[in-house]
């Protein structure tokens, strides 16, 4: 049996905008996003793929096109679920009048309190039986979410594979509400940009975008080439004071190379280290988990090696043994 976990937004937000050269979405077995909300609701508006989950005699359905052993990642979400334990409800049980007529017309109603899972909860405890990974429960719901990420709402129920592969994915999400990265083309859509509030830039590649040409004080251009021998490390501590001085005026930032992978990757890490204190090795894992292709080349390894000696004065993280 599997476990039932607590998925954060900012996980599944990260999940549906993970990609190589197409959105991962397109794979088959890399999502099952499942909702529990009435069908009305559902029709409403849903995340993007979401299934409805369907009952039958009060028992819930599996949606037949899923393969649930083979799912990298199970999601369940109800309204507004906020606890992976009972909450009350309120039950309403329907009795025989004094004349005993049963027919519904006569009917009286007594109301009773009874402690239940949510929806979500329910279904993905029902789940756990069928699914070799954890079964994660969307934390707040869909008003949760939809409210944090309103642009991957949709009315869509049927995808087509040319429509996922026709998908273009948003920028990762490394410090929730505040912090994103992304790639070239993510730089210079002026949607994206419009959905995420972005307010600056750290652009660490050759190209440069359209977006706050000429402020210094909103764009930070770091033009070095995508090869091991580029010297990143004289610029960490730049990028981090920039970064440091956009938080703290609010503002949310976007860090991008052309492809998100390596400049970018390890730019983040190296501001990660800075400014938590951090090991190279905990920074490292918090964006691969949270981008999961990032992978910042050999020269720059060691280059964050060198930032680790200089923030915390040794080098503890051993990059003689793969990190990735």
Not at 53 to 74: F, G, R, T
Not at 111 to 140: C, Y
Not at 202 to 217: C, G, K
Not at 273 to 298: D, G, Y
Request: hydrophobic share 35%; with cysteine; proline share 6%.
């Amino acid at each position: 049996m599997a476990d039932l976990v607590f998925c954060e937004p900012t996980e599944l937000y990260n999940i549906l905008n993970q990609a190589s050269k197409l959105s991962r979405l397109t794979e088959p077995n890399y999502l099952c996003l499942l909702d529990v909300r009435p069908k009305r609701e559902y029709d409403e508006g849903h995340l993007i793929t979401a299934l409805r989950v369907k009952k039958k005699k009060n028992q819930y359905l599996i949606p037949e096109s899923v393969d649930l052993e083979c799912v990298k990642y199970c999601v369940v979400y109800d309204s507004n679920t906020n606890n992976l334990d009972l909450h009350m409800r309120d039950i309403c049980l329907k009795e025989d009048d004094e004349d005993g007529d049963a027919d519904g017309e006569h009917q009286k109603c007594s109301h009773i309190q009874e402690f239940l899972p949510g929806p979500a909860v329910e279904f993905g405890q029902f789940l756990t039986d069928f699914t070799r990974q954890p079964v994660n429960v969307l934390k707040g719901g869909y008003e949760f979410f939809s409210g944090m990420y309103h642009f991957l709402r949709t009315q869509k129920i049927i995808w087509m594979p040319q429509e996922l592969d026709e998908i273009q994915p948003y920028p990762i999400e490394i410090i929730p509400g505040r912090v994103f990265l992304g790639d070239f083309r993510q730089a210079n859509d002026p949607k994206i940009h419009k959905d995420l509030k972005i307010k600056a830039h750290v652009n660490i590649s050759m190209e440069s975008t359209p977006f706050f040409v000429d402020d210094p004080d909103r764009l930070l251009h770091v033009q070095i080439e995508d090869v091991p021998e580029a010297a990143l490390l004289p610029y960490f501590r730049r990028i981090c004071h920039f970064m440091e001085i956009h938080l703290y005026l609010g503002s949310i930032i976007l860090v991008f190379s052309t492809r998100g992978i390596s400049r970018s990757s390890a730019a983040l890490v190296a501001f990660l280290m800075h400014n938590k204190e951090a090991t190279l090795k905990r920074s490292w894992a918090h964006v691969k988990k949270c981008k999961a292709n990032m992978r910042p080349n050999r020269g720059l390894v060691t280059q964050l090696s060198e930032w680790e000696k200089t923030i915390l004065g040794d080098y503890i993280t051993d990059i003689s043994e793969p990190i990735y």
